[in-house]
């Protein structure tokens, strides 16, 4: 009731705001796919427009077909869960435009890069939209000698990811960048809905901050409802047999239980307590134990030609990453590593601009462009143990884990770029590296090459009734990305908006991505593609 008054009061808001006429407010209906299931969806999005600032609002509910909302969006059951609803609203915060010297946005990233993309290249937040609604900030300011740039991925989980860039150019003519990323918890990429610091996937008890194991919920176990560490829980393995010492208690217990007939219970006050409690692991908790990760780069170019149309240049980049990750050998933790890329040429010609990069990994343990368009998919995974019990547990893992796989590698970066009168946008990145990769089923390095490839189309501006259209596939470190076999490094996309007449505009846009859930190897298995779609229609008032 209180979440029907609040909407009430938001909807009397809005519509009062209406008379006003830098104010237009834009009506959404949609159907939503979160957690595998479908809800309808209400929003009302005004926006604000004054001087150089524009800002819109989304407030969204989403219900179910049992008539139940969506949580994440209306949770004030803690300060955190307060913040995050609130920050939820924001559908973007923005001063200026991309054009101008001095520029800001807050809201959804589509496309960050910092310098000539050796830490970040096209990392965008809003891969997992609307499952994560993610409020990020990009941020710039350019003057003829020198330039800042700067990141936040998400303020909803205080801006765990932040990275920046300041380049000028030094008396000599040579251009100077200096780069520096860091990711304070990798582990925040999965979801927590109560936050008590144990990621959904692992919480018996998602939307309960004060439990997250029930033993007793496997199969071929006696199952309740309660957690383990409930007062009333005698038998956490749910094997029939008391774990606790108060005798009473016990007794009392023992007389809910239906025995099989011809069981004596004086026989089996023998077993009590349980001598064997097979429990379920205690999940990391992911807010006590961080796992981050940090990268500062350092880029020189030289201008060979700079004029109004064309700009070529020949750079090098190196960057090193601070952190640790394991070490696939010897099955220790070790610090990361560092990659350079000695000699690269940049070039822009009116609407096409181009870059190629010699890549080295000297001593392995890096990976260029770590932070990617798939990050907030890759940053934090499940992996399920095999275990001599019957408990099946699931560890999580960070990106950085992984670093450990690559040794000493060396190959090429290019990528294109067409921006065509500032509508539409073709780009496409390709990688090919050559040297030492973990080969897990041989226990050892072996010689091989990875590829990545990534492509992309956007329209950013209305071509007729076309108001947006956009396209996207990204695959990394694989053999052969254009045999297009999917693993957990592919991610791919398209989304589009037309207008279908009385100023209403229908949008549809889909995502898939893949995880392993079984551990096996591959994402071939059923419910190991994920797809996000939304689909909604939204009219002006
Ligand atoms: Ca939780
Ligand atoms: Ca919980
Ligand atoms: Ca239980
Ligand atoms: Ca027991």
Not at 152 to 172: L, M, Q, W, Y
Not at 212 to 239: A, H, M, T, V
Request: cysteine-free; glycine content about 8%; overall charge negative.
């Amino acid at each position: 009731m209180k979440k029907l008054n609040l909407i009430l009061i938001i909807l009397i808001f809005a519509a009062g705001l209406r008379a006003n006429n830098p104010l237009s407010l834009r009506g959404v209906l949609g159907i939503a796919t979160i957690d595998d299931q479908v809800w309808a969806q209400f929003a009302l999005r005004p926006t604000l427009e004054f001087w150089k600032i524009k800002m819109g609002l989304d407030i969204v509910l989403y219900i179910d077909q049992d008539g139940n909302i969506h949580q994440d969006e209306w949770d004030f059951s803690n300060n955190e869960a307060i913040r995050n609803t609130l920050l939820d609203k924001i559908y973007f915060l923005q001063y200026g435009t991309p054009y101008e010297p001095f520029y800001f946005r807050a809201g959804a990233l589509e496309r960050t890069t910092l310098g000539y993309g050796i830490l970040v290249n096209r990392y965008s937040n809003t891969f997992n939209y609307p499952q994560f609604r993610k409020i990020g900030l990009d941020i710039k300011y350019q003057s003829k000698s020198f330039s800042a740039q700067g990141f936040v991925n998400n303020f909803k989980e205080n801006a765990s990811v932040v990275g920046g860039r300041i380049s000028a150019k030094i008396p000599t003519g040579i251009h100077i960048g200096l780069s520096a990323v860091t990711d304070q918890n990798q582990y925040l990429g999965l979801a927590d809905s109560d936050y008590d610091g144990r990621p959904d996937l692992v919480d018996d008890f998602p939307n309960n901050p004060d439990h997250w194991i029930n033993s007793d919920d496997l199969d071929g176990r006696i199952k309740d409802d309660l957690p383990d560490n409930d007062p009333n829980e005698f038998d956490r393995d749910g094997d029939g047999i008391p774990d606790v010492y108060n005798r009473d208690e016990i007794i009392k217990y023992w007389d809910t239980v239906n025995l099989p007939p011809g069981i004596n219970l004086d026989s089996l006050y023998n077993y009590i307590p349980d001598k064997d409690v097979d429990l379920k692991k205690e999940p990391l908790d992911i807010k006590e134990n961080p796992k981050s990760i940090s990268a500062f780069a350092l880029d020189f170019a030289i201008p060979i030609v700079q004029s109004e149309l064309t700009t070529l240049s020949i750079y090098s980049q190196a960057a090193y990453m601070a952190g640790k990750t394991t070490d696939p050998l010897k099955g220790k933790e070790v610090d990361l590593g560092y990659g350079i890329a000695p000699l690269g040429i940049y070039n822009h010609i009116g609407f096409f601009t181009w870059q190629v990069e010699y890549r080295i990994i000297p001593d392995g343990k890096f990976d260029f462009e770590y932070w990617d368009r798939a990050y907030e998919h890759n940053r934090a995974t499940m992996v399920s143990h095999d275990t001599d019990t019957v408990i099946d547990s699931l560890d999580v893992y960070a990106k950085s884990d992984y670093l450990g796989e690559i040794g000493t590698m060396r190959g090429i970066y290019g990528r294109i770029d067409f921006d065509i009168g500032e509508k539409i946008l073709l780009g496409a990145t390709y990688q090919n590296m050559f040297g030492d990769i973990w080969d897990s089923e041989a226990g050892k390095y072996k010689n091989d090459n990875l590829e990545s490839f990534y492509a992309s189309a956007e329209l950013i501006q209305s071509i007729g009734s076309v108001e947006s259209a956009s396209a996207f596939y990204q695959q990394r470190n694989v053999p052969n990305p254009f045999k297009f076999e999917p693993t957990e490094s592919t991610i791919m996309g398209f989304s589009v908006g037309v207008q279908i007449g009385w100023g209403m505009i229908l949008n549809y846009s889909y995502k898939r991505s893949y995880l392993d859930k079984n551990a096996d190897g591959d994402v071939a298995d059923s419910g190991e593609a994920i797809n996000i779609s939304l689909l909604e229609t939204s009219f002006g008032f």
